[in-house]
């Protein structure tokens, strides 16, 4: 079964920077498709950005775009999410989600794993 563990959030101040980890473990990662969601409080989950295990990356968020980085360690599966420039607004609960397979793929909808979050808040 394959199990993700993220880390990275915490408090940080506005225009502060966070990097946020999701260390998939359980299975043989070969084929697999990682993405970061993040929920705040009361509103609907949002999916920010997918990679997969090939390097091809996309970025779903508008909002994130120029500020948010999704990136891969293939020594270890790890995927990152470099966030810099943070605002009050990307205050949330943060989600790395997978899919796995050699049909594996990217999806703003969902995925089929998920981890249990990281809390980010951005205050002054």
């Known amino acids: 079964q394959l199990q993700l563990v993220e880390s990275g959030g915490g408090w940080v101040q506005p225009g502060g920077s966070l990097r946020l980890s999701c260390a998939p473990s359980g299975v043989t990662l070969d084929y697999y498709a990682i993405a970061w969601f993040r929920q705040a409080p009361g509103k609907e989950r949002e999916g920010l950005s997918c990679?997969?295990?090939?390097?091809?990356?996309?970025i779903y968020a508008d909002s994130v775009k120029g500020r948010f980085t999704i990136s891969l360690d293939n020594a270890n599966n790890t995927v990152y999410l470099q966030m810099n420039n943070l605002k009050p607004e990307d205050t949330a609960d943060y989600y790395c989600?997978?899919?796995?397979?050699?049909?594996?793929?990217?999806?703003?909808?969902?995925?089929?794993?998920w981890g249990h979050g990281t809390p980010v808040t951005v205050s002054s």
């Open positions: 990679i997969k295990n090939s390097g091809v990356s996309t």
């Open positions: 989600g997978a899919r796995i397979g050699r049909l594996s793929y990217c999806s703003r909808a969902g995925m089929d794993y």
